[in-house]
């Protein structure tokens, strides 16, 4: 019926085929990875004002898998662990936090995909 030959080449397809995603939707980003980087050394209000608008934020981060989350907001403050292989990348969003600490949370499921990022308040 179909030959090796032919699994080979479709396999080689899909696998051209899938690859090439990851790198289109990082280039569709609003956050800017240098700023973000550099507002929590500085002190700046970059972080917050990227929060403030969490629906662009969700959007632009949903679907990500969390090595590109980590290619656009760097290392996270804190990776917390979840039942059924859920995890949790918590980003600080002040630096001079003295009376309620605020963090950026995002929830990856199973598969490693990001799909829900929400403001968290913690007070001190």
Same mark, same amino acid.
């Given at each position: ?6 699994? =080979? %080449?479709?396999?080689?397809? &899909?696998? !051209? !085929?899938? +690859? &090439? ?9 609003? =956050? *800017? +990875?240098? !700023?973000?980087?550099? *507002?929590?050394?500085? &002190?700046g209000?970059?972080? @917050?004002?990227?929060?403030?608008? =969490?629906?662009? %934020? #969700?959007?632009?981060?949903?679907? /990500?898998?969390? +090595?590109?989350?980590? *290619? ?10 979840? @039942? ?7 980003y600080?969003?002040? &630096? *001079?936090? /003295?009376?309620?600490?605020? @963090?950026?949370?995002?929830?990856? #499921?199973? !598969?490693?995909?990001? #799909?829900? +990022?929400?403001? %968290?308040?913690?007070? @001190?």
């Amino acid at each position: 019926m179909y030959s090796t030959k032919q699994y =080979i %080449v479709f396999f080689i397809f &899909c696998a !051209l !085929l899938f +690859s &090439c995603r990851g790198k289109q939707h990082l280039e569709q980003t609003t =956050i *800017d +990875s240098a !700023l973000w980087a550099e *507002d929590i050394k500085t &002190c700046g209000d970059y972080r @917050n004002t990227v929060v403030e608008q =969490i629906a662009e %934020v #969700n959007k632009t981060l949903s679907g /990500l898998r969390e +090595s590109e989350v980590m *290619d656009i907001l760097g290392k996270p403050y804190q990776i917390l662990l979840h @039942n059924r292989n859920e995890k949790f990348f918590e980003y600080k969003l002040r &630096c *001079d936090s /003295l009376y309620e600490d605020q @963090n950026l949370r995002i929830r990856f #499921n199973a !598969l490693g995909y990001a #799909n829900e +990022s929400l403001v %968290v308040k913690k007070e @001190n």
